[in-house]
T-cell receptor, first 111, second 112 residues
């Protein structure tokens, strides 16, 4: 049974700093891994998706990496801004479409 | 004791048909969502319902209509299906204002 864990559960950093969010999964037989952003009262916004055959994806200030062998993914945010404050979730999807989410990291960027 | 359940898991239908996907949650949540996973595998929110009120409606064709008979159910109706509607649709639920959402297992819709 796939389990997805995110560390830390909460993180506060000053504006402008670079930061890393961690995600680990127990079953390496994933189809893809996705990172999402969620703002209070709103649904998920997809940030990056890494297929199982890929090692990383980049979008703007965001970079996500995937290491299937170790069951880990990281989301790197460069030059953080107050608007980055949100909850970030990672999710592993298997070939049967099932998506397992982590519990998220609540990120607060201090102005 | 499935938390969020969707039916059917797979749905194959012809263009022009009208179909529904059902979603039920037994978690006592007050907000339910529908997401579409497109060909690039990105999840995109379609609708959310909170206490029977539509609070998010992204740029979704009006052929798609969510219907919530009660807090535990949010069904997705699709009229005049098109080939481009083929995707995996996910239902989810959460408590209002909380970020943790529970997802169903997805419904893979194929329009032929």
């Amino acid at each position: 049974k796939q389990e997805v864990t995110q560390i830390p559960a909460a993180l506060s950093v000053p504006e402008g700093e670079n930061l890393v969010l961690n995600c680990s999964f127990t079953d390496s037989a994933i189809y893809n891994l996705q990172w999402f952003r969620q703002d209070p009262g709103k649904g998920l916004t997809s940030l990056l998706l890494i297929q199982s055959s890929q090692r990383e994806q980049t979008s703007g200030r965001l970079n996500a990496s995937l290491d299937k062998s170790s069951g880990r993914s990281t989301l790197y945010i460069a030059a953080s801004q107050p608007g980055d404050s949100a909850t970030y979730l990672c999710a592993a999807q298997d070939r049967d479409d099932k998506i397992i989410f982590g519990k998220g990291t609540r990120l607060h960027i201090l102005p | 004791d499935t938390a969020v359940s969707q039916t059917p898991k797979y749905l194959v239908t012809q263009m022009g048909n009208d179909k529904s996907i059902k979603c039920e949650q037994n978690l006592g949540h007050d907000t339910m969502y529908w997401y579409k996973q497109d060909s690039k595998k990105f999840l995109k929110i379609m609708f959310s319902y909170n206490n029977k009120e539509l609070i998010i409606n992204e740029t979704v064709p009006n052929r798609f209509s969510p219907k919530s008979p009660d807090k535990a159910h949010l069904n997705l109706h699709i009229n005049s299906l098109e080939l481009g509607d083929s995707a995996v649709y996910f239902c989810a639920s959460s408590h209002e204002g909380e970020t943790e959402a529970f997802f169903g297992q997805g419904t893979r819709l194929t329009v032929v």
